[in-house]
């Protein structure tokens, strides 16, 4: 999989330009509708792949890649809210504890909802791919919160598999640039948002691929079922 991750970002004739379509609203997506676009884009490639489609798509249905992009900001925006809504209540229960007006009890409940939020973070962060992944499939924001259908990809070995490498090719990638970078003594810096384009590439081709090896058979079983029954 992780061979065919690097490489998939340039396949096909478009390979290049593509990279320097991506590379460039990632460089403006400080402007936020650049960076819309770009979350549009990476969810149709999800879905590209979790089909078994072997070639990236085009920056072709800008609308359609808006419209995608501001539901993934939406489904993120949903599942970031909870641990944010618990953290702020966590910090107040610190505050009041460390106010001198409680024996501190409050505080320690604070810092255990701190821990908490934190491991609550981390198992958000393993979900939302497959979650936008189902959302690209469908089109449907509610796809996003289909645990029945989610809840085998988060366990299958694929899915574990894609998190595993996205995280070492994400720390291989940054420990190589950042050394790229210091050996052109800061100008590379400039080449940053080409590099993480393909990186984002790479890794939403391993989510994508993951998702549908997992969801595309039961799919097809439940379809012929359903056909055999008719």
Known sequence: MLEEAIGYPTKGDSGIARIIIGGTLAFF??????????????MQV?????????????????????VDGLKGFVVGFVYALVPIIIMIVMF??????????????LSGIGVLGLLVTLVLAFAIQYLLPAAITNL???????????????????????????????????????????????????????????????????????FGTAFGKEVTPRQESTERTATSMD
């Open 136 to 206: 690209a499939r469908t089109g449907s924001i509610g796809a996003a919160f289909d645990f029945e259908t989610l809840g085998p990809v988060l366990k299958s070995t694929e899915y574990i598999t894609a998190v595993v490498l996205t995280l070492l090719v994400a720390i291989a990638g940054g420990m190589f640039f950042a050394v790229f970078v210091a050996f052109t003594l800061g100008f590379g810096v400039i080449l940053a948002p080409f590099f993480y384009f393909w990186l984002y590439l790479a890794g939403c081709y391993m």
């Open 46 to 66: 999800l879905a590209a792949t979790s089909r078994g489609e072997e070639l990236p798509p085009d920056f072709t249905d800008w609308g359609v890649m808006f």
């Open 92 to 105: 107040t229960l610190i505050g009041l504890g460390n106010s001198g007006d409680s024996t501190g009890v």
């Open 29 to 42: 997506s400080f402007l936020l509708i650049p960076g819309i676009f770009v979350g549009g884009y990476m």
